[in-house]
């Protein structure tokens, strides 16, 4: 089992930049796989990044060289930087831990950017 904090978001201007830190508890965080996802009202949950238990990382076109995934597993965070933000980056942000079947989210966090 394991229970997933996200922190960091806020209201920021476009072009900002914000933090998102996801603090896991209650397993051993350095065997999953984590994402971050994001929901705009009214709209599908999209995938955002990706880091593997080795470090890889991925992201989505939309983010590409402005987010940046992180973790680490001394202290049981997964980090997502965001920088150049745009309007079109509002939404909730919520981590996300996978393990073989076992699957685990966050609450969210809520990032809003205005123009």
């Known amino acids: 089992q394991v229970q997933l904090v996200e922190s960091g978001g806020g209201l920021v201007q476009a072009g900002g930049s914000l933090r998102l830190s996801c603090a896991a508890s209650?397993?051993?965080?350095?065997?999953?796989?984590m994402d971050w996802y994001r929901q705009a009202p009214g709209k599908q949950r999209d995938w955002v990044a990706r880091?593997?238990?080795?470090?890889?990382?991925n992201y989505a076109d939309s983010v590409k060289g402005r987010f940046t995934i992180s973790r680490d597993n001394a202290k049981s965070t997964l980090y997502l930087q965001m920088s150049s933000l745009k309007p079109e980056d509002t939404a909730v942000y919520l981590c996300?831990?996978?393990?073989?079947?076992?699957?685990?989210w966050g609450q969210g966090t809520q990032v809003t950017v205005s123009s």
């Open positions: 209650g397993s051993i965080f350095s065997r999953y796989v």
């Open positions: 996300y831990a996978s393990q073989g079947s076992a699957e685990y």
């Open positions: 880091i593997t238990s080795d470090g890889l990382t």
